[in-house]
């Protein structure tokens, strides 16, 4: 990032998605996220990303062939440093398993508002993977909740990292340091059996912790 703002790439066959999205993020983020390249061509994604040098590129799964899918592992074989978020307006979640396997850190519906973007884009840019929460839960396919026996600020915490806050806002709404919340989020950790944050936000979904919102799950 440059002076703290996102550089996006922006692989679309949908012109109007793609400016009205430029727009809207300009106005909506403060400036703080905007689209330095884009193409309508799959094929092409990898060379525009590398051309634009972008910090993360959203690509469309729906796409002409090569396709979204195809386009995203080109992008990570040629610019293995830019991460990858895929789009796209079908419930099916077929593409988006596909997208993961291909290399995307995340996926996002495209009916997603533009003010409810940038937390994802920053999450992923932090190391995060992004799922929406019913998505999560399908692909978990149906279980049995676990019993998960947490205090309230174990919930809250959990909640947090569920919803895709970073450090900084959790700690601010925990009133807490930063320090405190990575120490906080390791016991968390430990205490759910888990390794690492995907695990425990799939654990929160299947735990009925998540609400039908977009969350977020890091490594």
């Known amino acids: 990032m440059t002076n703290g703002t996102v550089r996006l790439a922006v692989v679309d066959d949908h012109p109007l998605f793609v400016r009205g999205l430029a727009l809207l993020l300009a106005s909506t983020t403060d400036g703080r996220a905007e689209v330095v390249g ?5 094929a092409g994604a990898a060379a525009l990303v590398s051309r634009c040098v972008p910090d993360l590129a959203l690509v469309d799964l729906h796409m002409p062939p090569p396709g979204g899918a195809r386009a995203i592992a080109a992008i990570r074989r040629t610019s293995p440093r830019v991460r990858v978020l895929a789009m796209s307006g079908s419930t099916d979640p077929a593409p988006a398993v596909e ?3 291909c290399g995307a850190e995340g996926y996002l519906p ?7 973007l940038l937390p994802p884009l920053l999450a992923v840019l932090d190391g995060w993977a992004v799922l929406p929460g019913p998505l999560l839960r399908q692909l978990l396919g149906p279980t049995r909740r676990p019993e998960v026996h947490l205090d309230e600020e174990e919930r809250r915490l959990l909640r947090a990292v ?35 944050r995907v695990e425990a936000a799939a654990l ?16």
């Open 38 to 42: 884009s193409t309508c061509d799959a």
């Open 99 to 101: 997208a993961l396997r």
């Open 110 to 116: 495209k009916s997603s508002e533009p003010e409810e």
């Open 162 to 196: 569920a919803a895709g806050l970073g450090t900084v806002e959790i700690a601010e709404r925990l009133h807490t340091s930063e320090r405190t919340v990575k120490r906080m989020t390791a016991a968390l950790l430990r205490k759910l059996r888990v390794t690492n």
């Open 204 to 219: 929160a979904g299947r735990a009925g912790l998540l609400d039908e919102e977009t969350h977020l799950a890091g490594r």
